[in-house]
Structure formats: structure tokens, C-alpha cells
């Protein structure tokens, strides 16, 4: 809900609190919805701002290409193997492999894995959300490039458990706000050998799944830790999980900084094709996730404050969206910006949530809109 100037655009709201009258009488019950005569009786009264509702884009449903409970069955798998591990017990990898299963068969029933683009949101960040969007955004890669079930799930469970080796980082340092010291630097860099070998030694592993956490920070160029190793001697699934590493690392607030635009690290994550980050598991990663996820908010240049609400099979890197404010925006426009390459995407307005609980413009509720999707 917000506070709002209660003026002519607020028409179609609804109102999120009662409003009462002389003596507390009860005027205008919860969920009222406000009309021109309502608004101009209530200001005739002398009313001057209003609680209301607030959904920004009342249709919309953020996509997610896993379920809350697959991400729950996920999240508890790794606490449970990590509790395990700091308590010198050994984990046994069943409940994280049926973690991985739950994933991949979502990817496939719920987001039409084999078709669709994977939306992968980067709010609401928890200490597995990392670990899970590896392993989403790696098996999207894998499937991308045609491997078959078997090899998916070997590639999940290892980008699943890329960073497990953090469980032996102290925490202060993996929070660190600002830069770390080339000291703390050195030990944070140690969490591939020791993911390694808890995986190799506790977990009994294959050694393709140890491979993804000690090979997840090489480079093709051999710049890489903590061998230095070159392209030929990186396995497939440290490439593919060293890619989504990068792109999630890049598209997250971190401690130390804020997310970088999604453009940039576009540009960037290319740049790096061929010299540090393998070619083909870049392209693949490019043709499947949606650099502005569904729920998104966006200001377009010239001004204009839209929400992403969908995405355009026809580009990526070109949503569906909604323009709810800016100059002369008395209602929501839906565009498909793909249809408009003269709009330009600017920036990501985070301090908006994507769930619509901020105001930007009045009278969103009762959405009319022109449409060239
Ligand atoms: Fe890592």
C-alpha cells in the first residue's frame, strides 16, 4: 500500500484502509474503489491524501524457472550438506542429486526449459541463491547445447556445489564490505582446492562434480586459479559453470557494489569469449536468460519508468513492458520493446520492488493500454 495525493489519477484505485468521517463514522470501507465523484467528494471534505493499493502491474506474475518448493528442497539439501560437513559428519549426495532432478524437471514442465528463456530473479538473494543460479543458468547452458539428461544432472550437482568450499571461508571475510587485501584475497581464492577435496574426500564425489568446484575460477587464457590451467585442460563443466558463475557474480548486489547493468556485463561477458570465458557456453547462455527478468523496473531514456512483464521470444535482451510513468504517462502503456529499438533501456530502477508496493504513477490499477506486442 502507499500514501497517495489524492488527485484525478488516482480514478480506479482502490483503497488499501477504511476512511472514516466525523465521529469515526466508517465512510468508505477497505477495497472501496475510488471514483472521479468519490475523489472529488472526498476532497471537498478536505481529504488530501488517500492509502491505497498498490500493484504496479496487477497481472503480473514474475517468472521463476523453479518452483519456491524446488528452490526449498534445494536450499535445505545444501544446509544439510554443509552442516554436515562443519560438524565433521559426512553428507551423503542423494538428497542434493533429488535436489537437482527437482530442478531440471522443473526447468522442463514449468518454464518449457527446451524452448523458453529462463527469467532468473536477483532479489530477495539468500546465502544459496548463488548456488542455485549456477546451477539453473549451467544446466540451461548444457541443454542449450544439446547435452542429454544424464550429463545434466552431472552438471547441475557440480554447479550446485561450485563455491562448497566457502563453508571453509570465515564468513566476515566472504561478507566483506569494499575491497578485499591481497592477503584476504589469497584465502578466499583457496575455496576451489578446498571444495575440491571436501567433495573428493567426504562426499565420495565424482570427479566430475569436484572438477566444477575446482575449475570454476580458471580462465581459457590460463589467467585463471588456482592451477592457471588452459582452455584445453578445463572440462567442459568447469567452462559452463565458470560462465554462470561470471554472470550471476556480475548481475547480483554484491557487498562491495551494486549490480551492473545487464547490458554491460552483455558487452563484457562477449568480450571475454574466446580469451577467458569459453565461446560456445557464452552464446548459449545469451540465447537463453532474460538479462531483464520479468518484474524488473526500468527507466528508459527520455525519462519513462517501465516494469518488464514478460518476455519477447523474438530478443532476450528486449522485454515486454509496461511504461507506469514519466512525462505525459496518465495511464500504462504496454510495449514490446523489441518493436522499438528507438527506446533505450537506461538503468534498473531497484529501489522499485518488483512485487508493485511503490508508487510511480497514480491510477495504475485499472490498466487500459495500447499495445504493438
Ligand atoms: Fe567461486
Known amino acids: ?23 469515526g463514522k466508517l465512510m468508505l470501507a477497505t477495497g472501496t474503489r475510488l471514483t472521479k465523484n468519490v475523489i472529488r467528494a ?12 498498490k500493484s504496479l502491474v496487477p497481472n503480473l506474475k514474475p517468472s521463476n524457472p523453479i518452483s519456491h518448493r524446488t528452490r526449498l528442497q534445494t536450499e ?3 544446509d544439510q550438506a554443509a552442516n554436515r560437513l562443519l560438524t565433521g559428519q559426512s553428507p551423503d549426495l542423494k538428497q542434493v542429486f533429488e535436489a537437482v532432478d527437482a530442478i531440471i524437471a522443473d526447468l522442463w514442465s514449468n518454464s518449457g526449459m527446451s524452448r523458453g528463456i529462463v527469467s532468473i530473479q536477483t532479489y530477495d ?53 569494499g575491497p578485499l587485501t591481497n592477503e584476504e584475497y589469497g584465502l578466499m581464492k583457496t575455496h576451489c582446492e578446498k571444495g575440491w577435496e571436501i567433495l573428493c574426500e567426504c562426499f565420495n564425489a565424482c570427479e566430475y562434480v569436484a572438477r566444477g568446484a575446482l575449475e ?27 560462465v554462470a558463475d561470471v554472470y550471476d557474480a556480475m548481475t547480483a548486489d554484491r557487498p562491495h557494489r551494486k549490480a ?11 568480450k ?5 570465458l569459453d565461446t560456445a557456453a557464452v552464446d548459449a547462455l545469451f540465447s537463453r536468460v532474460a538479462l531483464y527478468p520479468t518484474g524488473t523496473i526500468l527507466s528508459l531514456w527520455g525519462g519513462y519508468i517501465a516494469v518488464v512483464t514478460g518476455q519477447d521470444p523474438r530478443s532476450n535482451r528486449r522485454p515486454l513492458v509496461r511504461i507506469i510513468g ?39 490499477e485499472n490498466v487500459s493500454s495500447s499495445s504493438d506486442s
Not at 260 to 270: A, G
Request: glycine content about 10%; some cysteine.
Open 326 to 364: 514519466g512525462p505525459g504517462i496518465t495511464k500504462p502503456i504496454d510495449l514490446a520493446l523489441y518493436s522499438r529499438p528507438d527506446i533505450k533501456i537506461n538503468l534498473l530502477l531497484k529501489d522499485y520492488v518488483p512485487d508493485g508496493n511503490r508508487v510511480i504513477a497514480g491510477g495504475l
Open 260 to 270: 551492473i547493468f545487464p547490458e554491460t556485463v552483455y558487452t563484457h561477458m562477449n
Open 272 to 276: 571475454c569469449k574466446g580469451v577467458l
Open 42 to 53: 472526498l476532497r471537498s471534505r478536505g481529504y488530501t491524501k488517500v492509502v491505497i493499493r
Open 125 to 177: 538473494r539468500n546465502t544459496y541463491t548463488h548456488s542455485i543460479n549456477v546451477c539453473v543458468l549451467s544446466i540451461a547452458i548444457g541443454d542449450t547445447l544439446g547435452w542429454p539428461l544424464n550429463k545434466l544432472r552431472e552438471l547441475g550437482t557440480a554447479a550446485l556445489l561450485h563455491d562448497i568450499g566457502k563453508i571453509l571461508i570465515p564468513v566476515d571475510l566472504l561478507n566483506k564490505p
Open 216 to 242: 570454476h575460477h580458471e580462465r581459457l587464457d590460463g589467467s585463471g586459479y588456482p592451477r592457471g590451467l588452459t582452455a584445453r585442460d578445463i572440462s567442459d563443466i568447469g567452462k559452463i559453470t565458470a
Open 76 to 78: 535445505t539439501a545444501l
Open 1 to 23: 500500500m502507499i500514501i497517495a495525493d489524492l488527485q484525478d489519477t488516482l480514478e480506479g484505485a482502490y483503497l488499501a484502509l477504511p476512511i472514516h468521517g466525523d465521529g
